[in-house]
C-alpha cells in the first residue's frame, strides 16, 4: 500500500515541455562544479558526475553555468560553449546521460560585471558602468556589444543542440548579465534597454528570438530567472511577474524561479543551515503569484529539501517541477532514494562548504559526506 501511494505521487508522473518528456519532476538545478579545463573544456570528472545524476533518478539535469562568450566567464574551471572547439566534449557529456536514460539541458550564461577579470584579461562588460560591486569598474556596453551577446547566446544554443543536448536553459538571474540588465540597480541606461522594465526586457527578448532562429520552434529553451534581486533599488516581483508575461509570449517553454545576487547580502532569502521545513522553499510565495500569470511550466528551486514539501508544492500546482542543486551534491541518487519509499529529507546540511574545494581547484563534492 504504501508503495502504490508512492507511486501514485504527481512527483513521478511525466511531464512534457515542448517535447522534451521528463520521467519525473525532479530537476537538478545548475551549479558551478570547477570541473572543467582551465580554457573550459568538458572533462571525464564532469560526464562522471552528470552520469551519476542520470542513474540517480534526476528527471532532467541542467548543467553547470556554460559561459557563452570568453569575456564571460565567471571563475575557473567552468564549463564553456563559448567555441565549436568544445562541441565533442559537450557531445560526450550529453550521450552519456543519454546512454543511461537522462535528460540533460545546457544552461548558458554570461557573468557581466561578475566577470572574473583576471582570466579574461579585459574590463568585465555591464548595462552600465556601476560601481561598489565588484573590484573593477565595468565597461558600459554599446549597441555593438549587445549584439555581439545576443550572438553569442544564440550561437551557443546551436553548439548544445549539435552537441545532443536536449534543451538550453537561458541564465538570465543570480545577477549575471541578462539578471542585470532586468534590474533598475545594475541598469541605469537611458537607451532603448533601459528606463521600463520593457526596455530592459528587450536583450532577454532578443537572446530568446536569437536563439529560436538557431535551433527552431521545436527545441526547448528554458529560462532561469530572479523572482526579485533582495537587493535594495533591484529588480522586484511585480516587474519579475511582467517580465515573465513578455517571455511566454515570446515563446519560452518553461520558468526556473530563483532570486537573490551576490550583492543582496542580508537582504538574501538563501538559507545555510536548513534543518526546518518552515525554512524551505524560499521563493514559493512568488511562485504562486507567478501561477497566477503565466501558463507555461515552472521550476521551483531555492532550499527545497524535503518530500513532504516538494509533494506539497507540485500537487497544489504552485509549480509543475523541483529544482534542487546542494541535495544532489551530497546525494546524487536522492530522488532513487525517495521512489524507493525512504522519504527522509535530504541529508543535505546546507553549509555550503562543498563550494570550498572548488576555489581549491578540487572540483565540487560534498565535504561532510567525504569526512564521514
Not at 555593438?144 to 538571474?173: E, L, N, P, S
Request: aromatic share 6%; net charge negative.
Amino acid at each position: 500500500m504504501f508503495q502504490r501511494g508512492l507511486l501514485m505521487s504527481k512527483l513521478f508522473e511525466s511531464i512534457n515541455i515542448n517535447g522534451l518528456l521528463l520521467s519525473n519532476r525532479f530537476v537538478r538545478s545548475a551549479t558551478w562544479e570547477g570541473m572543467a579545463t582551465e580554457d573550459g573544456h568538458c572533462t571525464d570528472r564532469l560526464v562522471e558526475l552528470m552520469v551519476a545524476l542520470a542513474e540517480g533518478g534526476v528527471g532532467l539535469i541542467i548543467t553547470s553555468h556554460a559561459y557563452v562568450h570568453p569575456r564571460g566567464q565567471a571563475g575557473p574551471w567552468q564549463l564553456g560553449i563559448y567555441d565549436d572547439a568544445l562541441i565533442p566534449g559537450l557531445t560526450e557529456m550529453a550521450g552519456a546521460v543519454h546512454d543511461r536514460s537522462g535528460k540533460i539541458v545546457a544552461q548558458l550564461a554570461h557573468a557581466g560585471l561578475y566577470a572574473d577579470a583576471e582570466l579574461t584579461g579585459q574590463a568585465p562588460l555591464a548595462p552600465s558602468s556601476v560601481t561598489g560591486f565588484t573590484q573593477n569598474v565595468p565597461e558600459e556596453m554599446n549597441p555593438a556589444d549587445i549584439g555581439q551577446v545576443v550572438d553569442a547566446f544564440a550561437d551557443a544554443a546551436r553548439r548544445a543542440k549539435t552537441a545532443g543536448f536536449d534543451g538550453v536553459q537561458i541564465h538570465a538571474a543570480h545577477g549575471y548579465l541578462l539578471s542585470q540588465f532586468l534590474s533598475p540597480q545594475f541598469n541605469r541606461r537611458s537607451d532603448a534597454y533601459g528606463r521600463g522594465v520593457s526596455d530592459r526586457a528587450r536583450i532577454v527578448l532578443e537572446v530568446l528570438e536569437e536563439i529560436r532562429s538557431r535551433v527552431g520552434p521545436d527545441y526547448p529553451v528554458l529560462i532561469k530567472m530572479n523572482t526579485g534581486d533582495y537587493l535594495e533599488g533591484g529588480l522586484e516581483l511585480e516587474d519579475a511577474l511582467t517580465i515573465a508575461a513578455l517571455l511566454e509570449s515570446a515563446g519560452i517553454d518553461a520558468i526556473e524561479l530563483s532570486g537573490g545576487t551576490g550583492a543582496s547580502g542580508k537582504l538574501s532569502p538563501v538559507r545555510t543551515g536548513i534543518n526546518r521545513e518552515e525554512q524551505e522553499a524560499y521563493f514559493e510565495d512568488a511562485a504562486r503569484r507567478f501561477r497566477n500569470q503565466v501558463g507555461v511550466p515552472l521550476l521551483l528551486v531555492g532550499g527545497i529539501r524535503s518530500y513532504s514539501i516538494a509533494e506539497r508544492i507540485v500537487s497544489q500546482n504552485i509549480a509543475d517541477c523541483i529544482s534542487m542543486s546542494r541535495p544532489f551534491i551530497r546525494e546524487p541518487d536522492l530522488v532513487n532514494r525517495w521512489r524507493s519509499g525512504d522519504r527522509s529529507r535530504s541529508t543535505c546540511l546546507s553549509d555550503n562548504r562543498c563550494f570550498v574545494p572548488i576555489r581549491n581547484g578540487e572540483g565540487v563534492y560534498c565535504v561532510t559526506e567525504k569526512r564521514r
